[in-house]
């Protein structure tokens, strides 16, 4: 089990952020398990219904409450295609969160990320995507942003995380050595940060988790109640210089 695989087996982990990279790839293995159960019920994706900035809201409701997240189709749209795909199959719905990794590199607030997802039910997990690597969309791991985890770049299904602090070591890092590609980052929260928080904070079992996974299991995991697109906010008209309402 892993959030995103960037070679756990090549890092030492000596330092902060290589004890991050290792971590960070344990947040792949669900990911992992799914592709190799292999794809079900392979449908296409629906339109993406993207407000005129390529924006589209998502509603996750769970136990400790509901976290509503944007999603950027604009820049990273496969990943979003794929993500709205198991929403509107409801294929997240009854899933949990699972993970919590806790980090402390002395900045303010609780530092890490939680990770949920399909996890191993092939009867959830459907085609892997294509990865689109954050220099490519200009998509950040900054708190609050939602990322998808993976083995390899191409095996990423439906599992993913949600950072409470900035994680650059899962940006794309062109010419670093071994896998350099990083996570897949495709939105944000905007609402429902102290729900993560509250996720992040539960309690964690001493002995589940493999690897550097262990000691971060949430147990009991936080059920995801339901998965659902939200509306909107309405765009304000921004008014030109002759008092003309225009888009932005």
Not at 63 to 91: C, M, W
Not at 205 to 215: C, F, H, L, P
Request: a positive charge; one cysteine or more; glycine letters at 12%.
């Amino acid at each position: 089990m892993t959030f995103m695989n960037v070679g756990q087996s090549k890092h030492v982990l000596t330092s902060h952020w290589l004890v991050l990279l290792g971590a960070v790839t344990v947040l792949a293995g669900a990911s992992a398990a799914q592709a190799a159960s292999g794809p079900v019920l392979r449908k296409e994706p629906p339109p993406v219904q993207a407000d005129p900035q390529g924006l589209v809201r998502v509603a996750l409701t769970t136990a400790l409450g509901t976290i509503v997240i944007e999603l950027d189709n604009r820049h990273a749209p496969i990943t979003v295609s794929n993500f709205l795909r198991y929403v509107d199959q409801k294929r997240l719905d009854g899933t949990v969160f699972y993970r919590a990794m806790k980090l402390n590199f002395g900045g303010p607030g609780p530092q890490g990320l939680i990770q949920g997802g399909t996890q191993y039910d092939p009867k959830r997990i459907l085609k892997p995507i294509a990865h689109e690597p954050t220099n490519v969309t200009g998509i950040l791991h900054k708190a609050g942003t939602i990322s998808m985890a993976r083995w390899e770049p191409g095996t990423a299904t439906c599992d993913f995380s949600i950072l409470l602090s900035d994680m650059p070591a899962l940006d794309a890092n062109p010419g670093g050595t071994g896998d350099s590609a990083g996570y897949a980052a495709f939105g944000r929260v905007v609402e429902g940060m102290d729900v993560v928080q509250k996720i992040h904070a539960a309690p964690i079992s001493a002995t589940k988790g493999e690897g550097v996974m262990r000691g971060q299991m949430i147990e009991p995991p936080v059920r995801i109640v339901t998965v659902r697109r939200a509306r909107m906010p309405a765009i304000a008209p921004v008014v030109g210089p002759g008092g003309e309402p225009r888009l932005r």
